[in-house]
């Protein structure tokens, strides 16, 4: 497969939007891309979405965003998994350009939640768990991480706080991304007195759902070897991987394993030929902060069942070893959910680029994204690296 | 991107299979194409599917069927077109494949249409139209294409009878296709005589939903050098290819006119090498009997207005200049939405290799299957080719 690049990036505040639609929110993000690269026209369009055929009553999203993005008569398809659909449908955009076929590709995420007052926005996410197995027993997704919460702390013997530096580092990261639905710092009283959820999550473990479009656009890098030398980084992919587990938690010999993550993971890390310790930022998908922990020892950040030591010794901050949610993660930039495996690519880019505002990082290079459908079941895990 | 062969094929009877749930089928149709293809594994799962979300409560269907067909851990993804996206999951598992990222997939689709008794199905189908602009006005699909007939009829002074050979043919070529919905012949007095659904499309017009599934597998041509010399015909992708037209139909200068076939037509024939005329048969995407008529003509096999004629002239049985339908089509076949674009590819396939039963066709050696979603708004072509 050629080599391909990110030449534009295109986001929307998170936010719930009311007077927006689903179709505007996505053009904007897509037009947004198309400036940034400075490109009037792509060859396709893949759409990250999750919710619009039940919230929207809109399927056949590809054509309808290419149209209203005056991109009408080209290629476009929409793709699906669960709370991973962001990152799949850049997966698709990078085979895609990747083979030779198309030139140029925007992926798109997007996804409007708050769409008609009343609607039941649990038991549509709920969609992606086991519709025969898991949710007739009542089992929301905050239901089905709580319960993987609760077994990950008896295991290790860590206690509900040690997981607030999680959720601090994340908000404070948040406040000045103007793409962000939180701008409010937290402290760990704030975290130990939150609203109970659903046991030992409480309302500072969980993200916020919202309603959000985010967009990247895709070429190969060849394209771009006249521009060496001069304006911003070229920021090359990597590495790009997915794997699958099991659907229903059930089915898994280990819960607290993200097995698809270790594989997508170990993968993107033998594609881009690097390791652990070479990976200047990690945006991992914090929908819950038992995700976090996971997620980083799935990784290799931390050995198993060590994870919420990185937060308690100062290592997940900007500055410090492993930054992650270095704008927000979904914790605080919020959790738009076919949306998010763009947004975390697009606030990559901006670190690599040197373009992240207060919490940029020093001198990053080597930037990792992973995305996450259902309770673990799909992963997908992508390395950007400036060329 | 490098060339592709089918090595296996699968399907499950159209029907209303009330007793089999749609991760059932859709395991079946997959083993079904690991047996053919003898393989055990594959890379990669894209799932093809409209409505799971809206009429099963379920979703992340990639990781799903990938876990209940015992291809646990594999990359897997839902992909959504509307009643194009069997023909989009192939054409993601193509260029998947063809990029080198993956050395096998499966192009699955599946459609789950009696889940609920009392659905709505015919609102859960109009979801493949504008939800904003054509919905809301009442227009279901079938009213969509009864608009579009009703002009074609004024345009070029075609009776509504003129379009009867369309519909008896693919009933007569179902008849001994395991895998169709309905088996019975049908008169021009039974098409004459039909009850009106919305007019000028009557019940003979009109494909009938259903359940199914139907999955192919896809490897490089060059794994089966080997094979070359012994056992059945290997069949490869010559073309691939995909456009979209406006969502809505209001918003086309031209609606007689399937610009995004003709786009997407054209160019697979110049990937293929071909032009129309070498085609030896066309699974085109006749779930109005006015759709048979307006494939033919963007895709070249007849001038504007004058597709017809081609039935009148009977020029499109099998063995005659241009077979349609030749298992029956989505007339007789039936149309499980999601999954029609892989039935299609699979009864090529037949055709190619020699395997299609009473409707042989004598020396087939190229076959073009197109598949729509939306009224003409996202438009699919593959041409296959025995090698």
């Given at each position: 497969?050629?080599?391909?690049?990110?030449?534009g990036?295109?986001?929307?505040?998170?936010?719930?939007?009311?007077?927006?639609?689903?179709?505007?929110?996505?053009?904007?993000?897509v037009l947004?891309a198309l400036q940034?690269a400075g490109r009037e026209g792509v060859?396709?369009?893949?759409?990250?979405?999750?919710?619009?055929?039940?919230?929207?009553?809109?399927?056949?999203?590809?054509?309808?965003?290419?149209?209203?993005a005056g991109l009408?008569?080209?290629?476009?398809?929409?793709?699906?998994?669960?709370?991973?659909?962001?990152?799949?449908?850049?997966?698709?955009?990078?085979?895609?350009?990747?083979?030779?076929?198309?030139?140029s590709?925007?992926?798109?995420?997007?996804?409007?939640?708050?769409?008609?007052?009343?609607?039941?926005?649990?038991?549509?996410?709920?969609?992606?768990?086991?519709?025969?197995?898991?949710?007739?027993?009542?089992?929301?997704?905050?239901?089905?991480?709580?319960?993987?919460?609760?077994?990950?702390?008896?295991?290790?013997?860590?206690?509900?706080?040690?997981?607030?530096?999680?959720?601090?580092?994340?908000?404070?990261?948040?406040?000045?991304?103007?793409?962000?639905?939180?701008?409010?710092?937290?402290?760990?009283?704030?975290?130990?007195?939150?609203?109970?959820?659903?046991?030992?999550?409480?309302?500072?473990?969980?993200?916020?759902?919202?309603?959000?479009?985010?967009?990247?656009l895709?070429?190969?890098?060849?394209?771009?070897?006249?521009?060496?030398?001069?304006?911003?980084?070229?920021?090359?992919?990597?590495?790009?991987?997915?794997?699958?587990?099991?659907?229903?938690?059930?089915?898994?010999?280990?819960?607290?394993?993200?097995?698809?993550?270790?594989?997508?993971?170990?993968?993107?890390?033998?594609?881009?030929?690097?390791?652990?310790?070479?990976?200047?930022?990690?945006?991992?998908?914090?929908?819950?902060?038992?995700?976090?922990?996971?997620?980083?020892?799935?990784?290799?950040?931390?050995?198993?069942?060590?994870?919420?030591?990185?937060?308690?010794?100062?290592?997940?901050?900007?500055?410090?070893?492993?930054?992650?949610?270095?704008?927000?993660?979904?914790?605080?930039?919020?959790?738009?959910?076919?949306?998010?495996?763009?947004?975390?690519?697009?606030?990559?880019?901006?670190?690599?680029?040197?373009?992240?505002?207060?919490?940029?990082?020093?001198?990053?290079?080597?930037?990792?994204?992973?995305?996450?459908?259902?309770?673990?079941?799909?992963?997908?895990?992508?390395?950007?690296?400036?060329?």
């Amino acid at each position: 497969m050629r080599e391909l690049a990110i030449l534009g990036i295109g986001q929307t505040p998170v936010a719930e939007s009311w007077e927006t639609s689903l179709r505007e929110q996505a053009s904007e993000a897509v037009l947004k891309a198309l400036q940034d690269a400075g490109r009037e026209g792509v060859d396709a369009l893949f759409v990250g979405n999750m919710l619009s055929g039940i919230l929207s009553h809109q399927e056949a999203l590809g054509t309808l965003i290419a149209d209203w993005a005056g991109l009408r008569h080209i290629e476009a398809v929409k793709v699906e998994a669960a709370c991973g659909s962001g990152a799949a449908a850049l997966r698709l955009a990078i085979m895609a350009v990747g083979s030779g076929e198309i030139d140029s590709a925007i992926a798109l995420g997007v996804e409007k939640m708050t769409e008609m007052k009343g609607a039941d926005t649990t038991a549509a996410l709920a969609e992606a768990a086991d519709a025969d197995y898991e949710t007739p027993h009542g089992l929301s997704f905050v239901a089905l991480n709580a319960l993987v919460m609760r077994r990950y702390l008896y295991e290790y013997g860590w206690k509900h706080t040690d997981f607030a530096p999680f959720s601090i580092n994340a908000h404070a990261n948040a406040l000045h991304n103007p793409y962000a639905r939180l701008h409010e710092a937290i402290t760990e009283k704030d975290y130990q007195n939150a609203r109970m959820v659903a046991e030992p999550i409480n309302l500072l473990d969980a993200s916020p759902i919202g309603d959000g479009a985010a967009a990247v656009l895709i070429v190969p890098l060849e394209h771009l070897r006249h521009r060496n030398g001069k304006g911003r980084p070229v920021v090359a992919i990597a590495g790009s991987t997915a794997a699958t587990d099991t659907l229903a938690v059930h089915d898994r010999k280990d819960v607290t394993l993200l097995s698809a993550a270790a594989s997508s993971a170990s993968r993107a890390y033998a594609q881009a030929g690097v390791t652990p310790q070479d990976i200047d930022l990690f945006e991992l998908h914090d929908a819950f902060s038992i995700m976090t922990a996971l997620s980083l020892e799935a990784c290799g950040f931390a050995e198993r069942g060590q994870a919420p030591r990185l937060g308690l010794d100062g290592h997940i901050h900007p500055g410090g070893r492993i930054p992650i949610c270095t704008l927000g993660g979904l914790k605080a930039r919020g959790h738009p959910v076919g949306a998010t495996g763009i947004y975390q690519i697009a606030e990559v880019v901006q670190q690599l680029r040197g373009e992240a505002g207060p919490t940029q990082l020093d001198g990053a290079r080597i930037g990792m994204a992973q995305n996450i459908g259902g309770s673990g079941a799909t992963i997908i895990t992508h390395i950007l690296r400036v060329k």
